[in-house]
């Protein structure tokens, strides 16, 4: 069943991804964040407590989408940056 919620949300989120695109600083935002929540996922994997693997999978969430806002405002930090310097 985990591994099949894991497919549904890897898809979604490779599809989210394509049609939101980062700057190289948002990509390594986003790159470290999902190797975070790959770590914690795989860890929940290995857990024998359902209701324990089920919490550190919704953390793996949550750090996901952490991730995302933060490159989005590193994104429009580098964006205002370079629109500061063209002036």
Not at 5 to 23: D, V
Not at 54 to 67: F, H, K, M, P, T
């Amino acid at each position: 069943m985990k591994l099949i919620i894991k497919a549904a949300a890897g898809a979604g989120l490779l599809a989210l991804a394509a049609c939101n695109s980062h700057t190289d600083a948002g990509d390594n935002v986003i790159a470290n964040t999902e190797n975070v929540a790959d770590n914690m996922e795989d860890m929940a994997d290995n857990m024998s407590n359902d209701a324990a693997a089920d919490a550190v999978e919704n953390q793996a969430d949550a750090v996901r989408a952490a991730g995302e806002n933060k490159a989005d405002a590193v994104d429009n930090a580098v964006e205002n940056a370079e629109a500061a310097n063209k002036h």
